[in-house]
């Protein structure tokens, strides 16, 4: 399980900021990644505790001299490993008793046949090497149910702090 965190001071006043973290569908709207939003406690005015269908986690807002210092806490649930799939054995090659191999075709350029003075050279065949066994596969991490939870994070306090109304203008 990963625990994430990002924070910012946004130049936004903490009504303005809790208005829009203390209702579930506009905090869908930023944390919607981490599938339906259920807001879980509300302490007014400063934390708010929600869950996920992939994380859970808290919305912090504390009064800062220039703005308002908001901290986005997650809980990342890990997914279910999906089991390694098996290596798959190559076939081989059907082999004809009565007609050698002839191997990889040669290609000759336009000048190599127009100079060319005698039957062409058979190309060597090659000999099959074993394939190397596999190496050990270390333990791998299993990757968090959301691809990239600290970006959804980080775009969450970057639409809160971004304006949503173009200012001077009218209607």
């Known amino acids: 399980m990963h625990d994430l965190t990002a924070k910012r001071t946004l130049v936004k006043s903490p009504p303005e900021l809790w208005s829009e973290l203390s209702e579930v569908e506009r905090l869908a709207r930023h944390l919607g990644a981490f599938g339906e939003i259920k807001i879980t406690k509300l302490e007014p005015e400063h934390t ?11 919305v912090m807002i504390e009064p800062s001299g220039w703005g308002t210092k908001v901290t986005l806490k997650a809980h990342v649930e890990e997914g279910e490993p999906e089991p390694e799939p098996a290596p798959v054995a190559k076939p081989e090659p059907a082999v004809d008793a009565f007609r050698p191999d002839p191997g990889p075709a040669r290609k000759t350029g336009f000048f190599a046949r127009l100079f060319a003075w005698g039957p062409a050279e058979e190309p060597p065949v090659p000999v099959a090497e074993p394939e190397p066994e ?9 990757e968090p149910a959301v ?3 600290q970006a959804v994070l980080e775009d969450a306090l970057e639409a809160l702090g971004s304006a949503h109304h173009r200012p001077f203008s009218r209607g």
């Open 147 to 149: 691809p990239d939870a």
């Open 134 to 142: 596999p190496e050990p596969v270390a333990h791998i991490e299993p």
């Open 48 to 58: 708010v505790a929600w869950e996920g269908e992939s994380a859970n986690g808290t």
